[in-house]
């Protein structure tokens, strides 16, 4: 037989999570925003400032259920072009160029 003091304790235990779970819950803040006839949205600046992001800037759109996650993209391999020096002169590269566009033109004749 269950004695009355694990009842308590799982209705303590049980009652413990359920609070926790609702101060997770207060702390998301809902906003706003419109759709334009484009399908466009315009992120409210409350958003903008907790995600760190700015104008140009990517972000990932993960769908969930019937949510959307919004998720910034910082250091994409973009970001890296001219970082790196080039190992080959544009010159070079324009002549294999060249080469493998007349290589494939003799393939396919």
């Known amino acids: 037989m269950v004695s ?3 009842i308590l ?5 049980s009652d413990y999570f359920e609070f ?3 101060i997770t819950k207060v702390r998301e803040i809902m906003y706003t925003a419109t759709i334009s006839a484009k399908g466009q949205i315009t992120l409210p600046v409350g958003i903008r400032k907790r995600l760190g992001v700015k ?3 990517k972000v990932a759109l993960i769908f969930r259920g019937d949510e959307i ?4 993209l910082k250091g994409t391999i973009k970001d890296l ?3 790196l020096k ?4 544009p010159e070079v590269f324009e002549k294999i160029r060249k080469q493998v ?3 494939i033109a003799q393939k396919t004749d």
């Open 86 to 89: 080039t190992q080959t002169k």
């Open 9 to 13: 304790d799982y209705l303590i235990i």
């Open 20 to 22: 926790a779970e609702n």
């Open 69 to 72: 996650i919004l998720k910034p």
């Open 55 to 57: 104008a140009n800037d």
């Open 4 to 6: 009355i003091i694990k």
């Open 81 to 83: 072009r001219g970082v």
């Open 101 to 103: 566009k007349e290589s």
